[in-house]
């Protein structure tokens, strides 16, 4: 129970500090306000974060996803292999650019693409596969780069909640043909809103830079079609803050973690599982409820622990996937999405959480295993 001076503690918690509002303020009095120095000073930091490949900035992770599948030159006859356990962007993108999302089941223990379930969704028609680091553990890589390999496939990083993660010490976004990030406020880090293409590819880098500005390198001489999907240098300035800090915001949510997964010890309750090799950033903390997921639900609320569900339902399943599928009499089979999307719950591990936040969510949590 909580007591009534207890606040309830937020599942996330996005961080405008004064050195954020200092840095916005600045741009603005410079009055260099659409992607200028700060936005090309934000790209060559952010690539420290992907082993120094070509970064390019943009509006939102979406813009980036919707941006690098274009550059990649995937569109209408091809299809990309996505897992269903995402954010709905993973797909809208597909579905944007013209392709055919085919939604691949997971692996039980990590959320992301299993490469089994990858490998037997492969047809002549297959252009890419997106695997999702999702809550900030990285996808198997090393099976699935294999099989990408092997089918001749493009891999395209969906690291929007995945900063700095890394598999047996390479980073996230520096695996596939390109990597993709998001600034959200809700992210690790963020620049209110924006996000980030990083590829290896200076080709690629060059089309991304040309799409995201109406397709000019030079004003009024375009070169191709493209879109507006400029970052502002204020928006810049907030994300090369909010990048300094990346890594210490990173050991404390790690460190958060660890204390959960030591303390909670509920029989209903299983903690993240994190594979070999693999750098959890934890973006989320998500544990698998055996049970009454709703009441376990409430009473961590009636606890004044916040908590939430990603994803509730899987992305096949959303109206604007499942009708033309529907119609189309396409079936997806994926049980550990089903299974994933009944049971998880996502705790809080955001860095600003104290040493009473954590006993009391340890509290909580652990209460569920005596009563539900
Ligand atoms: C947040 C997110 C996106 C989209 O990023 P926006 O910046 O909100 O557009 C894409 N994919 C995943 C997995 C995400 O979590």
Not at 35 to 55: I, K, N, T
Not at 129 to 144: E, F, S
Not at 161 to 167: G, V
Not at 335 to 358: F, G, N, Q, Y
Request: glycine fraction near 8%; hydrophobic fraction near 45%; aromatic fraction near 6%.
């Amino acid at each position: 129970m909580t007591s009534s001076n207890q606040q309830p503690i937020p599942a996330a918690r996005p961080i405008i500090g004064e050195e954020e509002i200092e840095a916005a303020v600045r741009v603005l009095r410079s009055g260099r306000v659409v992607q200028g120095p700060e936005v090309a000073a934000f790209e060559e930091g952010f690539s420290e974060l992907v082993d120094g490949r070509h970064c390019v900035a943009v509006n939102s992770g979406t813009s980036a996803l919707h941006l690098l599948l274009l550059a990649l030159g995937i569109g209408p006859g091809d299809e990309v292999i996505v897992p269903s356990f995402t954010f709905a962007a993973t797909a809208n993108v597909v579905r944007l650019v013209g392709a055919d999302p085919v939604f691949a089941d997971i692996d039980a223990d990590t959320y992301c693409l299993s490469p089994a379930a990858v490998e037997a969704a492969i047809t002549p028609r297959t252009a890419a596969i997106m695997p999702v680091h999702l809550y900030g553990h990285p996808a198997a890589m090393d099976q699935l780069m294999a099989i990408a390999a092997k089918h001749k496939l493009a891999v395209v990083e969906d690291a929007c909640q995945a900063h700095a993660a890394a598999l047996n010490g390479t980073p996230v976004g520096a695996f596939g043909a390109g990597g993709t990030f998001s600034f959200y406020p809700t992210k690790n880090m963020h620049s209110l809103e924006g996000g980030m293409v990083s590829t290896g590819d200076a080709e690629i880098a060059r089309t991304l830079r040309l799409l995201r500005n109406q397709g000019m390198e030079q004003r009024y001489a375009n070169e191709i079609v493209g879109v507006n999907m400029r970052l502002t240098d204020v928006a810049a300035a907030i994300g090369r803050v909010q990048l300094a800090k990346l890594g210490g915001w990173t050991d404390q949510r790690i460190a958060n973690a660890a204390y959960l997964t030591k303390h909670i010890t509920a029989p209903n309750v299983t903690t993240p599982v994190v594979a070999e090799g693999a750098h959890h950033i934890y973006h989320q903390y998500t544990i698998r409820f055996s049970g009454d997921r709703d009441a376990a639900m409430a009473k961590l609320t009636e606890a004044g622990v916040g908590n939430a569900v990603y994803y509730p339902t899987p992305v096949h399943q959303l109206k604007p996937f499942w009708e033309p599928d529907q119609k189309a009499g396409r079936n997806w089979d994926l049980p550990e999405t089903a299974r994933a999307a009944a049971e998880v719950i996502s705790l809080p591990v955001h860095p600003s959480l104290s040493t009473e936040d954590l006993e009391r969510i340890v509290v909580a949590v652990n209460d569920l295993g005596e009563n539900l």
